[in-house]
């Protein structure tokens, strides 16, 4: 199988959105009247992002999974996507999964593959996402960037912190594959469909233009993505630690739920035992790919009320505070220090497969 050949039975498909799909030089995309494009990249390189035989399918579902949470992010809405693909072989049996992983997630998005690039070489996927903002809103709060979309920047003293969903099992599955804890065979298997099958928080981000003040997605760990927000923002915040220790879904999934997995893995939070794994993964275990946002504390009903119609849980976990940093705190406002690093592809610490 050549080249074109590869493309036109994989990647070709019907762009009733776009003017013009595969087979050109360039891909057209019509900008609508008073929009804004977001556009976002995010490369997955095999042995650094995921493991090398990692299922196809999951391969396909996860690197659009990821660019589309840059999408959400920013509160926009997805419409296209280019994908460049070095690849070892022309290998069918990985090409059809690895086309229906992805093509899978770009379909209940409405995000259309509109080109891309395909090469021999080691297994690299690199995906380009354009999302679209209405570029008059409500929510700019930073007058320098003209936009409705959601930035890092924006956030204000006194504002509510908020996360989606739940955080940490993705990195729980990891510690767990990897041989370094042992967990019940259905609590690994939730936490494996969060490492795997990551579910972008597209509607979630759109349900908060207008209503948050800031907004990051959770890639690599929320004390490390919050921190953007913070440094962006030129804030600070407290975050209660046993509000987002409640987060990590296996502790609830645990037979016997908290306690238990508290007792079982030695994970329980208190100063003393600052690095439990549990924290470890919800503070600093990266791969959530989910939102963590500021609204003021007069949104808190517009908050709910975007979580309802996106049918997306939200918790709100901190505030934002003048003084720089970020304090962990536990839930009785005692102040609790623990070292966590998130993911830093270039720090000393992190050299190895993630
Ligand atoms: P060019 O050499 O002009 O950049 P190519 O010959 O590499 O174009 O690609 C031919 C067409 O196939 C282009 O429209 C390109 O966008 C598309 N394409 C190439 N690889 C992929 C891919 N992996 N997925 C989707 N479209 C692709
Ligand atoms: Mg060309």
Wanted: glycine share 10%; aromatic share 6%; proline share 6%.
């Amino acid at each position: 199988m050549g080249e074109f050949d590869l493309i036109r039975r994989f990647f070709t498909r019907p762009t009733p959105r776009a003017v013009l799909g595969v087979g050109d030089d360039c891909a057209l995309l019509q900008s609508a009247p008073g929009m804004q494009m977001a556009i976002s990249t995010d490369m997955l390189v095999g042995g650094r992002h995921f493991f090398a035989d990692t299922d196809p399918q999951v391969l396909g579902h996860k690197c659009l999974a990821v660019n589309l949470s840059d999408l959400a992010a920013c509160g926009a809405r997805p419409l296209a996507f280019t994908l460049a693909l070095a690849l070892p072989e022309a290998d069918e049996a990985w090409l059809a999964p690895f086309a229906q992983g992805l093509l899978a997630l770009a379909d209940d998005h409405g995000c259309e593959l509109i080109g891309g690039d395909t090469t021999r070489g080691p297994l690299n996927i690199c995906i380009t996402v354009f999302g679209e903002v209405p570029a008059q809103g409500a929510n700019t709060r930073n007058p320098l960037v003209p936009t409705s979309a959601l930035l890092r920047s924006g956030a204000q003293v006194g504002d509510d912190i908020y996360a989606s969903g739940t955080l940490g099992d993705a990195a729980l599955a990891l510690q767990a594959l990897l041989g370094r804890v042992a967990l019940p065979a259905d609590v690994q298997a939730q936490a494996r469909q969060r490492l795997e099958r990551p579910s972008p928080r597209v509607a979630l981000g759109q349900a908060l233009r207008g209503v948050a003040s800031a907004c990051a997605d959770v890639s690599d760990g929320l004390v490390g993505d919050l921190g953007h927000i913070l440094e962006r923002s030129g804030l600070g915040a407290e975050v209660d630690v046993d509000r987002v220790l409640a987060l990590l879904a296996a502790r609830a999934h645990y037979p016997g739920a908290a306690a238990q997995f508290d007792q079982v893995l030695g994970t329980a939070w208190n100063p003393q035992n600052p690095q439990a794994l549990a924290l470890q993964c919800v503070l600093a275990g990266g791969d959530d790919y989910e939102l963590v946002f500021c609204a003021a504390p007069t949104q808190r009903a517009a908050v709910q009320q975007a979580a309802l119609l996106s049918a997306t849980p939200v918790t709100r976990i901190g505030s934002m505070q003048a003084a720089p940093g970020l304090r962990l705190v536990d839930g009785r406002g005692r102040s609790v220090a623990p070292q966590f690093a998130s993911f830093d592809h270039f720090s000393a610490a992190t050299q190895t497969t993630a």
